[in-house]
């Protein structure tokens, strides 16, 4: 167990080091320092709220994650300007996926699953997903932008909706859908597949994307007149990928 002020600070010190090794121009570093310190930021702020003070093994393998998804970020902000280093960035994000599915085990056979966890966990997979859409929808088509805004457009209607601000009941079909976007991305990346397959396997993973979030707002509809005595989750902060 680590102090968690410790834990964001480490990260932040394992990018820069990180950076300094990928060597991205001035915007690489401004785009990946920038998300580094927006989400310890964040995340500081979620512990506390959470009465969180340590972090376990399992919340450290879920911001190791999120600190290959800032130096993807990073990455991806360099191609813009000519410097499209696609095997590196492709890497790392591959690398980050295939956390995704070590933190649960961590967390349950540790015995250190938390709500805190669950929504870093959360986090940390949208934000990889939204920077890695940014990337492909260079040569995919814009389109491909909703499969990394998806998760923050609900989020923001969660806090001007109020029926949407009910607790969702967990479901692990919500993590699956996002390890297939995870990968679908990972993959037009890398340009392995031609255009044709590559837009089916990016259009699947937009179709499945709309049917998670869309069961959930189905959900939360049919009990707008309920009491919501579990209601606030969401402007809490609550991540809809909740359960690792």
């Given at each position: 167990?680590?102090?968690?002020?410790?834990?964001?600070?480490?990260?932040?010190?394992?990018?820069?080091?990180?950076l300094?090794a990928?060597?991205?121009?001035?915007?690489?570093?401004?785009?990946?320092?920038?998300c580094?310190?927006?989400?310890?930021?964040?995340?500081?702020?979620?512990?506390?709220?959470?009465?969180?003070?340590?972090?376990?093994?399992?919340?450290?393998?879920?911001?190791?994650?999120?600190?290959?998804?800032?130096?993807?970020a990073?990455?991806?902000?360099?191609?813009?300007?000519?410097?499209?280093?696609?095997?590196?960035?492709?890497?790392?994000?591959?690398?980050?996926?295939?956390?995704?599915?070590?933190?649960?085990?961590?967390?349950?056979?540790?015995?250190?699953?938390?709500?805190?966890?669950?929504?870093?966990?959360?986090?940390?997979d949208?934000?990889?997903?939204?920077?890695?859409?940014?990337?492909?929808?260079?040569t995919?088509?814009?389109?491909?932008?909703?499969?990394?805004?998806v998760?923050?457009?609900?989020?923001?209607?969660?806090?001007?909706?109020?029926?949407?601000?009910?607790?969702?009941?967990?479901?692990?079909?919500?993590?699956?859908?996002?390890?297939?976007?995870?990968?679908?991305?990972?993959?037009?990346?890398?340009?392995?597949?031609?255009?044709?397959?590559?837009?089916?396997?990016?259009?699947?993973?937009?179709?499945?994307?709309a049917?998670?979030?869309?069961?959930?707002?189905?959900?939360?509809?049919?009990?707008?007149?309920?009491?919501?005595?579990?209601?606030?989750?969401?402007?809490?902060?609550?991540s809809?990928?909740?359960?690792?």
């Amino acid at each position: 167990m680590i102090d968690v002020r410790r834990g964001l600070a480490a990260c932040v010190l394992a990018l820069v080091v990180l950076l300094g090794a990928l060597r991205p121009g001035p915007e690489g570093w401004v785009a990946g320092l920038g998300c580094a310190l927006v989400l310890a930021v964040a995340a500081g702020r979620r512990a506390g709220a959470d009465g969180v003070d340590r972090l376990g093994p399992a919340d450290l393998v879920t911001l190791a994650r999120a600190t290959l998804a800032c130096a993807v970020a990073a990455l991806v902000a360099g191609s813009f300007t000519g410097d499209d280093e696609v095997a590196t960035l492709v890497a790392l994000a591959a690398v980050a996926l295939a956390l995704d599915f070590v933190d649960g085990r961590v967390a349950r056979r540790t015995g250190t699953a938390s709500s805190f966890g669950g929504r870093i966990d959360g986090e940390a997979d949208a934000f990889l997903i939204l920077v890695l859409s940014v990337h492909v929808a260079r040569t995919e088509g814009a389109w491909v932008l909703a499969l990394g805004l998806v998760r923050y457009v609900y989020a923001v209607a969660s806090w001007v909706v109020p029926w949407m601000q009910r607790r969702l009941p967990p479901r692990y079909w919500r993590k699956v859908v996002a390890a297939y976007v995870g990968v679908a991305l990972v993959v037009a990346a890398s340009g392995v597949l031609p255009a044709a397959a590559s837009y089916v396997v990016l259009g699947v993973a937009l179709v499945l994307l709309a049917e998670s979030f869309g069961w959930d707002v189905v959900w939360l509809w049919r009990r707008r007149g309920v009491n919501r005595a579990d209601a606030g989750d969401v402007r809490k902060g609550k991540s809809l990928q909740q359960n690792r």
